[in-house]
């Protein structure tokens, strides 16, 4: 019976220590990542600089358009079911291709004519300082609106929709 109960404190405290290591974050995390506020207007500028407008824009936000007529491949801002992280936000600008997004990448083909392409947006890493990096979130931070879920009454046997 005592072997028992040590051997079930064992394994309680293996699985516990096994849950624990799970839930801690991996080394390349972002988590504990605390960057400087940001200046919006300065943000926006860097948006403008930095020819984002050729392929982005925000609804509501007046910018200084290309010379070029094209229309923007990716809407960014507005009203939304789920807001990009700042984190999220911080990983699209220095990491462009981590994550594409589909209706993106069917406007391009759209554009290009058919040629398979992945993303034409370039990496600003080089090119970029930090501050310019936390203005430019900060303007995109500003411009998400998160949507609560619409309910409807459980008499009729829904929930979220």
Sequence with gaps: ????????????????????SACTPERTSGKGLHLPEGNIED???????????????????ELAL????????LLLGGKVQKVKTYGELVTSIVNPQHVISPAYLEKLKEREAGVEVNS??????????????????????????????????????????
């Excluded at 943000?43 to 509501?60: D, E, M, R, S």
């Design 120 to 161: 034409i947006m370039p990496t600003f890493n080089d090119d970029m300082t930090v501050s310019q990096l936390i203005d430019l979130v900060t303007f995109l931070d500003s411009n998400y609106e998160k949507l609560m879920p619409q309910y409807v009454s459980m008499r009729h046997g829904y929930g979220a929709y």
């Design 66 to 73: 290309p010379e070029e007529d094209l229309e923007p491949l």
């Design 1 to 20: 019976m005592k072997t028992q109960n040590l051997l079930s404190i064992a394994l309680s405290i293996a699985l516990s220590l096994f849950f624990l």
């Design 43 to 61: 943000g926006k500028a860097t948006f403008v600089n930095l020819g984002c407008v050729y392929c982005h824009a925000i609804p509501n936000v």
